[in-house]
């Protein structure tokens, strides 16, 4: 077979399989999660030597740092992995759940049950955790799911894989729920984003510009999201003792991915107390802060900090590295006017002890997740409880936010009627 009719015959394959495994049972399905966390750890030796081969040719293709960390598998991130998998097999099945049942005035009962949405077109650059969480959050809520993940890291990927196809296998899950691309011909791409013959939903993960050629290529319905400029302010009457520590957080905890903290927007009276507590902080991780001119006067002083006038690329850039850019502003006003422009609706936070002025930032800022004195790391599936995510979507159709079990499912209308007839 030619790649691209081996393609077509994984969406053919997926679609009929998507059928069979909306009514399959829910201990079916948790057995098969269950099988997938035993075989992460089972099988971590084979695991990290894929893992091993990829990030050889990451160094050899000079791969900057960020993404070589996003690509990296060690024993503790597959043992997350596994625990994340075990926490998706203890929440409830979304699919079935019957709501919103109500008796009209004719006597017709009338409501929606929750089903699977059929097959999920997943494409991913560097991270090969994605193929494990797409995977199990489609499974146990009911989808098929064809995965194409990046060439970057295409051996973890596909050890992955074949990994999940045989934990589930050996569940009684149908044949043919998970399918993998296990061709890198970019070719094979732009043909999967005409196949909505096959595929209901296209989830793309990766840099700005990929997802925005998904976008404006797909012939499915897309959920993308995953860029993340995301800004911290520091309110004029925010607890320095708190803000300290939730900044550094924010950015430092894991700098390369799409939650952790860009820009620093900081209330002009509180700006000569808490800058130079928070760059001293900062400093010790080797964080570079892109200063406007009000907070590199504030700074200017102490010549062991790493700082740079800030200039108009470094407004809403996500920097995925140890680097900040800082704003001083006058207001609250300002602040929230700075975030409308060059905020990319994932994740922002103020830290305040003002009720008001916590209030309007949750009301008036536009993002999939709104923080009060918390640091943004925390916009993630497992943080919020969901087990795991296929991604985080910054549209508002059909979800927003990290996408868990309930925003891989639709619904359909019920209805129970005695005879009734339209009158």
């Not at 699977?116 to 959050?137: C, F, H, K």
């Not at 489609?138 to 196809?165: D, M, P, W, Y």
């Not at 993960?205 to 999201?225: P, Q």
């Amino acid at each position: 077979m030619t790649a691209i009719t081996e393609l077509k015959a994984k969406g053919i394959a997926a679609k009929s399989a998507s059928r069979r495994l909306a009514y399959t049972s829910t201990e079916i399905k948790n057995r098969a999660l269950q099988n997938i966390a035993a075989d992460l750890r089972g099988k971590k030796k084979e695991i990290l030597e894929a893992n091993k081969l990829d990030l050889r040719e990451a160094q050899v293709n000079k791969m900057d740092a960020a993404m070589q960390d996003r690509l990296l598998l060690d024993e503790g991130r597959l043992e997350g992995m596994a625990k994340d998998v075990l926490t998706v097999a203890a929440l409830p099945d979304p699919v079935g759940e019957v709501f919103d049942m109500r008796t009209m005035p004719n006597g017709l009962l009338i409501g929606r049950k929750r089903v699977p949405l059929g097959v999920i077109g997943a494409m991913y650059e560097s991270r090969p955790n994605v193929t494990i969480d797409i995977s199990v959050l489609c499974l146990k809520a009911g989808n098929a799911v064809i995965l194409r993940g990046g060439k970057e890291a295409f051996h973890s990927n596909l050890a992955l894989a074949r990994l999940v196809q045989e934990a589930i296998t050996r569940a009684g899950v149908p044949e043919g729920v998970v399918q993998f691309v296990d061709n890198t011909d970019r070719a094979l791409v732009d043909e999967m984003l005409k196949m909505n013959e096959y595929v209901d939903l296209m989830i793309p993960r990766g840099g700005e510009s990929f997802i925005r050629f998904v976008i404006e290529n797909a012939r499915m319905a897309v959920v993308a999201g995953g860029i993340g400029v995301c800004h911290t302010y520091v309110d004029l009457t925010a607890d320095i003792g708190k803000a300290v520590p939730i900044v550094y957080n924010a950015k430092v905890q894991r700098p390369t991915v799409c939650n952790a903290l860009d820009t620093i927007i900081v209330h002009t009276g509180i700006a000569a107390r808490f800058l130079p507590a928070v760059a001293k902080e900062l400093n010790k991780a080797g964080v570079e802060l892109h200063c406007d001119e009000a907070s590199f006067a504030f700074l200017m002083g102490d010549k062991t900090l790493k700082l740079k006038p800030a200039v108009p690329a470094d407004w809403g850039k996500e920097f995925l590295a140890l680097i900040a850019a800082v704003k001083v502003v006058d207001s609250l006003d300002e602040a929230l006017e700075h975030i409308a422009r060059y905020g990319s609706g994932h994740s922002e936070a103020i830290i305040t002890e003002d009720y008001t002025a916590a209030m309007r930032f949750l009301n008036e800022v536009d993002a999939a997740a709104v923080f009060v004195n918390a640091s943004t790391r925390f916009t993630d599936g497992g943080q919020f409880g969901l087990g795991a995510e296929v991604g985080i979507s910054t549209q508002k159709m059909h979800a927003r936010g990290p996408l868990g079990l309930k925003e891989l499912t639709s619904y359909k209308w019920i209805i129970f009627g005695n005879g009734h007839t339209r009158p």
